[in-house]
């Protein structure tokens, strides 16, 4: 069982930048042991991954998030960070963080789920 807490959601204007936090409050075993997912979803549509940090550390971003967005790992404080630069207003929806065993990890990490932050875009 992962426990996961998002925050650093908010408004941002156009062109801005944000950071948004995934702390894990409660994991068995060790923190490297889960890959990290940020997961996107605009109002009305499917969530999507934005990016996957494995336990290593290693980043893996989908294509249509490559280039603005970079995500990254701190494994001595159980976060992992969603860097957003150059926001757009497609950006807008619920950023979610999602955990996975990252020994599993076939492509997806998303076995335990946070509660999402919101991003708005003006």
């Known amino acids: 069982h992962v426990q996961l807490v998002e925050s650093g959601g908010g408004s941002v204007q156009a062109g801005g930048s944000l950071r948004l936090s995934c702390l894990a409050t409660?994991?068995?075993?060790?923190?490297?042991?889960?890959?990290i997912s940020w997961i996107y979803q605009a109002p009305g549509r499917e969530r999507e991954d934005v990016a996957v940090?494995?336990?290593?550390?290693?980043?893996i971003y989908a294509d249509s998030m490559k280039g603005r967005f970079v995500i990254s790992r701190d494994n001595d404080n159980s976060t992992v960070y969603l860097h957003m630069n150059n926001v757009k207003p497609e950006d807008m929806g619920m950023y979610f963080c999602?955990?996975?065993?990252?020994?599993?990890?076939?492509?997806?990490?998303?076995?335990?789920w946070g509660q999402g932050t919101q991003v708005t875009v003006s």
């Open positions: 409660e994991y068995s075993g060790s923190y490297n042991q889960y890959c």
């Open positions: 999602a955990a996975g065993a990252d020994r599993d990890f076939d492509g997806a990490c998303r076995t335990y």
């Open positions: 940090a494995r336990g290593d550390g290693r980043a």
